[in-house]
């Protein structure tokens, strides 16, 4: 039996302080997303991981690389990058009318997301032996979460994903497959 460490990434600082529908904007952690990794550093020392994959952006680079620290290699994966948001990319969530299940008319759609971060896993379990922490961000581990556990995808934003918060995956081996489990959540 295996683990992946599902981790979403620090809090981020938004232009303005307005809390925003980042997709793939590329924003840095702010004071209390840095000390959210400072955080997982401590939690992932007394943890045996084998390695660090990382989303390329900013948020989930930092994040990564603080909480592996001297440690622990740190790798980019592109199968972890948030889904892409179009018209929502950037607006202010105070600006925008959208319903749980609603997604954007140009942006990346959940089954798309989900189907590439299942893909970006799988190769991160075969390309591993040991344990892993995946740093990613919520909408793309929502989809992988509700995966997984027969959530229904069309309310994946619903699943509780906070800033620095982890998700522990068991993973074992089958025929040909992989069988993966949430064993527990924490924040």
């Not at 105070?94 to 997604?103: G, I, M």
């Not at 971060?117 to 390309?127: D, F, H, S």
Request: proline share 4%; glycine share 8%.
């Amino acid at each position: 039996m295996r683990t992946v460490y599902l981790v979403r990434h620090g809090m981020v600082d938004f232009p303005g302080g307005k809390r925003r529908c980042i997709g793939r904007t590329d924003l840095p952690l702010n004071y209390v997303g840095r000390k959210q990794a400072e955080d997982l550093r401590e939690y992932f020392r007394s943890r045996l991981i084998e390695a660090v994959f990382t989303s390329p952006l900013e948020r989930t680079l930092e994040t990564a690389r603080i909480l592996a620290g001297d440690r622990l290699l740190v790798q980019e994966s592109e199968g972890l990058m948030e889904l892409y948001m179009g018209e929502w990319e950037n607006v202010p969530m105070a600006d925008l009318d959208k319903t749980l299940e609603q997604e954007p008319v140009k942006g990346e759609r959940r089954t798309e997301a989900k189907s590439r971060m299942e893909r970006a896993v799988t190769r991160i379990l075969k390309e591993t032996d040991g344990d892993v922490a995946v740093v990613a961000h919520a909408g793309i581990n929502c989809c992988f979460l509700a995966g997984i556990t027969g959530s229904p995808l069309e309310t994946s934003r619903a699943l509780f994903q906070p800033y620095g918060g982890i998700s522990r995956i068991a993973v074992r081996e089958l025929e040909n497959e992989l069988g993966i489990r949430v064993l527990a959540r924490s924040n």
